[in-house]
């Protein structure tokens, strides 16, 4: 019973990584109708800016990760700009192609600049447990789930409560009539990239304790924060985080009592599984086109 | 019996009620119009009977087959072809193309015989090709042929829609709004055509139509819809002074 | 600029429109036959390498280019083409046989993906089909029995009515070169006949094709098989070539480079296909000639240009760090992949279009001729 719990905690911790990149898909998605498959590149660049100002150039942990956050955003803001803006108004499917050529590249010179090993950031929540009875909870493990709740909350406050959270969903529904009604949508998609690139350092670095920085781990962990997206509907900010604590609780319990390989796999099978019997995963709307 | 027949036809969304009970009758040869304000349920109905949407209640028989469980694509193989309100054209395709699809109810060639393209195929593929030069020439799309969709103005595409249905050489077409967004000239090309395509062609001719020039001139009766029910029924003149109708249209 | 006058149906079906077109198909082909006893085996091992990629490259244009079904799972079904070959060459079946039952096993494959695929749209069915790849790379490295698990599996010299095929020669190539234009050929047929005509109506509208009679599920589900079984075809050349197959070479790096296979070449024709993987194979060649060739080079420009010795080594050194600088590639990938969205995004076909009309008009050309229409997220999400 207490490795259940155990591997539950562990489970959802590592779920809410999964959460938090996967909120940076559905920020983009919701604004843009776009898939960023370059995402998880962005959080591990988000984690590297914040090893360079923590490890390397030795600031306060506070104050790199906020300097990371804004670095990010920056460049989340440049990556729109030169890859995306051009090509807003075409098919989907050619902003996606652009997105996965763009996690190539940032891969590729994450790789050249920071070299292929792996890195670790020291934290305020590095060490050190909670225990409650024979439970033994890491404070890394919980301030990754802290930090995703209060990271939750805020955005679904700015879609749902704020002008401008109003404004990137109406540009979301229709570009072109948004604009019309005076909605800046270039801006408002530059700041949802700003926004959901920051969204990715916060996972890089929370997640820096749990696992080590290196070049592909944004690979990694976006493919599978993807289906936890999809599971969750892929519109839905809740349903974002739900999905991530998903796909982290079931990887974790597979790891533990299936035999070894289905750690990986059954995530991907559990998803296949939803998509069969809704197609639109657990949170999505279901809406035909009128002819 | 009737040619075409809709019984108690219904589809709810929810507490809205698009189709209400609606029950009607076309018989073979005639061309019936059915008109009415927007959101009147017009398009719903032809939804219904090309089975987009699986109706509430209600059955729908066509030549005496009850029709309401066949799947989208069996209508087409039954004879029942239609058009759309905002075109649903293969717009990264040429116009041939497009109207060969329309050939596709035809299309008696498996797999294996396409992959080599035996002789049967080509053969066929000539059959559609002359079927197809036919109604080009019936519409005058002549200039047009090689054409891609995406490049032709909103007017031709409506004629090549009208085109694509006419290809699979229906027995009963849905015509969804042919003169919207069509100028004068067009409008009147398209109210022969509509007629000729009954007298020449011996089509069963069922189309919803806001333009009242272009109804009075083709219809031989005329249905008037609102929420979902039907107001009234009969000739074009008839239906046009029926007390319900003047109202619905005028706001009374 | 040549007109063409047509006086028979038949001008509208057979492949090639004039002589013209038979004149430099046949130019091609005379090449592409002599270029094993001109080329270097390194340049012919790619080749070998460009034909198996354009195979794949056309299995998923039927999928993805004419019937607009995303799949990011490719190289799942290359490798089940690829180790049904192994396994079989195992009992000593003979090349016809396990060449044709690997593609018919991945078309069965395909199919049955097919039928899940069916009711999931655009970013669903990228995910589905990322998930089948990953389910099947998981099966391969843990179905020891058959596969052998993470140790792989060899795969022996082909034998082809009892002689010997080594993968190196100048007969494999010519093998998998038929293999090509085979395909290409049935896909033209397949292109030109009703179920072709279905696939692109179910890419541009499901709703009119469905109003037009086409069973739109089973043309997916067709469209699925086809697409897996031609790609299982590849796979089989794919092993032979290697002549070693594991799972870890059939990743979603794979299945993404097939996809890049045709974003460059031009997702609208099967020219695409072959050009993109042109394209693709040869960035390999280019990166060696980039580290053992260009520092060299750029060092003597410099020295031509004035620098002096010292510096022009010095210049040598620095360029021959960043050309060997690690995952040089995979940034050369992704800047290709933006450039090719940016700026092209008709692929090199599209390229080769315009620059064919640009001299067929001239001096009438217009560069809107192949602007492209801007349409703006309407939410997609109402389909």
């Known amino acids: ?291 | 019996m009737s040619y075409f027949r809709a019984e108690n036809l219904s589809l709810h969304f929810g507490g809205l009620k698009a189709v209400d009970a609606v029950s009607f009758a076309v018989e073979k040869g005639e061309i019936l119009s059915i008109i009415g304000p927007n959101g009147a349920g017009k398009s719903s109905i032809f939804n219904l009977i090309s089975r987009i949407y699986p109706p509430t209640s209600g059955r729908i028989f066509f030549e005496e087959q009850d029709i309401t469980e066949q799947p989208a694509y069996d209508i087409a193989k039954l004879g029942i072809a239609r058009t759309f309100q905002n075109i649903e054209l293969f717009e990264n395709a040429t116009v041939l193309s497009n109207l060969l699809v329309g050939r596709h109810r035809h299309s008696t060639t498996q797999l294996w015989q396409e992959l080599l393209f035996l002789p049967s195929v080509r053969a066929t593929e000539k059959v559609h090709r002359r079927r197809v030069e036919q109604v080009i020439e019936f519409l005058d799309l002549e200039p047009y042929r090689d054409k891609l969709i995406s490049g032709l103005p909103y007017g031709v595409r409506k004629v090549i829609e009208l085109a694509r249905a006419l290809c699979s050489e229906p027995k009963l077409i849905l015509l969804d709004e042919p003169s919207s967004g069509l100028n004068v000239e067009e409008t009147d090309d398209m109210s022969f055509w509509i007629r000729d395509m009954r007298s020449d062609l011996g089509i069963t001719v069922l189309m919803v139509e806001h333009d009242m020039t272009l109804v009075n001139r083709v219809s031989d009766r005329v249905i008037a819809l609102n929420y979902g029910r039907v107001l009234a029924m009969g000739s074009p003149a008839e239906v046009q002074q029926h007390p319900d109708v003047v109202a619905a249209y005028l706001g009374a | 600029m040549r007109f063409l006058f047509k006086t028979d149906y038949e001008d509208d079906i057979k492949l090639f429109p004039h002589s013209g077109y038979v004149f430099s198909y046949g130019l091609l082909l005379a090449v592409l036959l002599i270029a094993p006893y001109v080329l270097s085996s390194y340049l012919m091992s790619q080749l070998v390498f460009v034909c198996i990629y354009a195979i794949v490259g056309v299995g998923l244009l039927i999928l993805t280019g004419f019937t607009g079904q995303a799949s990011l799972g490719h190289a799942a079904f290359l490798a089940i083409g690829a180790y049904t070959a192994a396994y079989l060459q195992q009992f000593n079946v003979p090349f016809p046989v396990y060449f044709l039952t690997a593609g018919l096993l991945t078309g069965v494959v395909g199919a049955l993906v097919g039928f899940p695929a069916l009711r999931l749209q655009g970013i669903y069915l990228v995910i589905a089909t990322i998930s089948f790849a990953f389910i099947v790379e998981e099966i391969l490295a843990r179905w020891e029995s058959v596969t052998h698990g993470n140790e792989g599996m060899r795969v022996k010299t082909l034998y082809f009515l009892g002689t010997a095929v080594p993968r190196d020669g100048p007969t494999f190539y010519y093998l998998c070169l038929a293999v090509l234009v085979l395909t290409i050929v049935g896909s033209l047929n397949l292109l030109r006949s009703p179920t072709g005509r279905a696939f692109v109506a179910i890419r541009d509208s499901e709703t009119a094709a469905r109003s037009m009679g086409i069973n739109v599920s089973l043309y997916k589900v067709k469209s699925f098989a086809i697409s897996a079984a031609i790609t299982g075809l590849a796979g089989v050349l794919f092993a032979h070539k290697l002549s070693f197959i594991s799972p870890e070479m059939f990743t979603l790096q794979l299945s993404i480079e097939f996809i890049i296979v045709i974003l460059i070449g031009g997702a609208f024709s099967l020219h695409g296909a072959v050009l993109g993987a042109i394209f693709l194979v040869m960035i390999d060649p280019f990166l060696t000639y980039l580290k053992d060739d260009m520092p060299g080079v750029i060092a003597g420009l410099a020295a031509t240009l004035g620098a002096g010795t010292e510096r022009a080594a010095h210049i040598q050194d620095a360029v021959a760090a960043f050309a060997s600088a690690n995952g040089l590639k995979g940034a050369i990938y992704g800047i290709i992949i933006v450039l090719f969205v940016l700026f092209e995004p008709l692929g090199l076909y599209g390229r080769w279009l315009k620059i064919k009309l640009f001299f067929q008009v001239f001096p009438l050309y217009k560069r809107a001729t192949f602007k492209r229409q801007k349409i703006y997220v309407k939410s997609e999400r109402n389909r």
């Open chain 1, 1 to 291: 019973m207490l490795d259940f719990v155990q591997q539950l905690v562990s489970g959802i911790a590592l779920g809410c990584v999964y959460g938090l990149i996967a909120l940076g898909f559905v920020l983009v998605y919701k604004a843009t109708e776009v898939v960023n498959f370059a995402q998880g590149d962005l959080m591990m660049l988000g984690g590297f800016f914040a090893f360079t100002f923590i490890g390397m150039l030795g600031l306060n942990y506070w104050l790199g990760f906020a300097g990371a956050v804004a670095a990010m955003a920056l460049f989340g803001m440049l990556a729109e700009r030169v890859v995306v803006r051009p090509i807003l108004g075409y098919p989907q499917f050619s902003i996606i192609m652009a997105t996965i050529g763009l996690g190539y590249f940032l891969r590729s010179v994450a790789g050249i600049i920071w070299g292929t090993d792996d890195f670790k950031i020291e934290t305020p929540f590095s060490q050190g447990v909670l225990r409650i009875g024979g439970l033994v909870l890491a404070y890394d493990k919980l301030s990754v789930i802290a930090a995703t709740i209060i990271l939750c909350a805020l955005l679904y406050l700015f879609f749902n409560r704020t002008t401008l959270g109003t404004a990137m969903r109406a540009s979301s529904e229709n570009m072109l009539a948004a604009y019309y009604m005076g909605i800046p949508v270039k801006r408002v998609v530059s700041i949802v990239w700003a926004i959901s690139a920051a969204v990715a350092t916060c996972a890089g670095v929370l997640l820096a304790p749990i696992t080590f920085i290196h070049s592909n781990v944004g690979l990694v962990l976006g493919l599978k924060a993807f289906p936890a997206a999809v599971l969750g509907g892929f519109g839905s900010i809740p349903g974002a985080v739900v999905g991530g604590v998903l796909i982290g609780v079931i990887e974790s319990m597979a790891g533990f009592y299936l035999p070894q390989g289905w750690k990986d796999v059954a995530p991907y099978i559990v998803l296949l599984a939803v998509l069969l019997l809704k197609p639109e995963g657990l949170f999505g709307l279901h809406v035909r086109k009128k002819v």
